[in-house]
């Protein structure tokens, strides 16, 4: 199974074209060993932007797009190992203060907040 937003479009545009990873290694010049490991999300360390500008050139999609799942990927791994590092009561606070703060905006109010943590947290909807 696909892990991370990399792995995902990886996985999804093979299967559009009926490819198993080795033809994608052999019509990307990139090794069968890294493409599995981008797909699966065991890939140690930052994609180099070479290797996904050959992905997306073998694909025929912008290398952009693979840029930005990379990168989206590696916001996710550091925000959750900030995320692990603050006690468990201490997010529960956090949320509880959130939820008292929410119920005192109106909707509009209430939308603008969303939209503005959706721009921070969302790298998709830049």
């Not at 290694?25 to 996904?52: C, D, F």
Request: hydrophobic share 35%; net charge neutral.
């Amino acid at each position: 199974m696909p892990q991370g937003k990399l792995g995902e479009i990886l996985d999804g545009e093979m299967r559009k074209r009926k490819w198993n990873q080795a033809e994608f290694a052999a019509r990307s010049h990139v090794t069968q060993g890294t493409i599995n490991k981008y797909i699966n999300g065991t890939n140690v360390g930052e994609p180099k932007g070479s290797t996904l500008d050959k992905l997306a050139d073998a694909l025929g999609i912008p290398s952009q797009t693979l840029h930005d799942a990379a990168k989206a990927d590696r916001l996710s791994k550091g925000e959750q190992a900030e995320l692990n590092s603050i006690p468990r009561e201490r997010v529960q606070e956090y949320l509880s203060a959130l939820d008292r703060t929410l119920d005192e905006l109106d909707a509009k109010d209430q939308e603008t907040l969303f939209n503005k943590l959706l721009r921070v947290f969302n790298p998709w909807s830049h």
